[in-house]
């Protein structure tokens, strides 16, 4: 059993920054890739940044691109998005989602395990 824990949550100031993390734990955690999605209120679950596990190679929506960064330490199991120049238009629950295929990282139906998401709030 996978189980991936989101931490680093909250409510930021328009312009403040947030640094979330995700620890994978479990005998079966083999991940390829890992990702990050968000989902607003009355919204779709949308893709905000991925990362291949062994290569470390990088991916970002077009929304985040320039003000997040996504990180992971293999030793820790353990993958970071770190968002600045946050926005209202940030806010939602962030999840963490991990899959064993490097294509379709942008698609949250490609991933087998997801967390249970932190709620990230910016105010005006």
């Known amino acids: 059993q996978v189980q991936l824990v989101e931490s680093g949550g909250g409510l930021v100031q328009a312009g403040g920054s947030l640094r979330l993390s995700c620890a994978a734990s479990?005998?079966?955690?083999?991940?390829?890739?890992m990702g990050w999605f968000r989902q607003a209120p009355g919204k779709e679950r949308e893709f905000v940044a991925a990362?291949?596990?062994?290569?470390?190679?990088?991916y970002y929506s077009d929304s985040v691109k320039g003000r997040f960064t996504i990180s992971r330490d293999t030793a820790k199991n353990t993958v970071y998005l770190q968002m600045n120049s946050l926005t209202p238009e940030d806010t939602a629950v962030y999840y963490c989602?991990?899959?064993?295929?490097?294509?379709?990282?942008?698609?949250?139906?490609?991933?087998?395990?997801w967390g249970q998401g932190t709620q990230v709030t910016v105010s005006s």
């Open positions: 989602a991990a899959k064993k295929r490097s294509y379709g990282l942008e698609y949250p139906t490609m991933y087998e395990n």
């Open positions: 479990g005998r079966s955690f083999s991940a390829t890739a």
């Open positions: 990362i291949k596990w062994s290569a470390s190679s990088t």
